[in-house]
């Protein structure tokens, strides 16, 4: 996964961290996160590096990288601290960031890295069409195609599409679409009771659903950088 810092203040970072990653202990339990420092207002030194994993090691996750952020500035850094460069999950300018109060931007399942110019897309295949139920500790992934569950996805268990994700029965688990970063997917479900919903890396956990949303049939898309839910034709 890719963590996003926006301050560098450890006591924030630390109680940021710890309310969400108690919001969903198994997702994040001992997760290798990769550290974005480039919404920061100004490039730490070592110092404050080695501070910043620490206190991220403190909660339970395991600082594997830094993430690139396009200067030279990130690799002295990184190596520095000895660890490895990797590719930003989803880049961003600092110019089109408002200010927010929040230690921690973003907190998400890192993407692959892109394919080189050379490499060769693969063609859309046949929708992946799953009549089994998804039970706790399965998962489903559609590569490069959507995915229609026609039963019930169970709590502890994951489906994930690199298109949209379609659940004609109870949603209790996690379901991922855009897996690998296509923004216009969607996921849709008959009843909605998620553990966690995520669109293109952008996610959400769900320690109580809203009324609203709580066994009903249910929609989820991306609007710009923030995730929407609504019901389905309502």
Known sequence: MQLRLRSSDSKAIHDELSARIAAAPQLFERAAACLDLSALETQPDEALARELFETVRKV???????????????????????????????????????????????????????????????????????????????????????????TVVGAGAEVMADGCVHIYGVLRGRAMAGARGEVTARMFCQEFHAEL?????????????????????????????????ARIGG
């Open 60 to 150: 339970g996750l395991l600082p594997v990288g830094v993430a690139f952020d396009g200067t030279e500035a990130i690799n002295t850094l990184a190596r520095g601290l000895d660890l490895p460069v990797l590719t930003q999950f989803r880049a961003q300018s600092k110019a089109s960031q408002p200010p927010r109060p929040t230690a921690v931007a973003s907190i998400a399942p890192a993407a692959a890295p892109p394919p080189p110019p050379q490499t060769i897309v693969e063609p859309a295949l046949p929708t992946l069409m799953q009549h089994q139920p998804v039970r706790s500790g399965q998962r489903v992934y559609a590569r490069n195609r959507d995915l229609i569950v026609t």
């Open 197 to 229: 919903v995520s669109i293109a890396g952008v996610f959400r956990v769900f320690e109580t659903i809203p009324p609203e949303l709580l066994g009903k049939p249910v929609q989820a898309w991306l609007d710009g950088d923030d995730l929407r839910f």
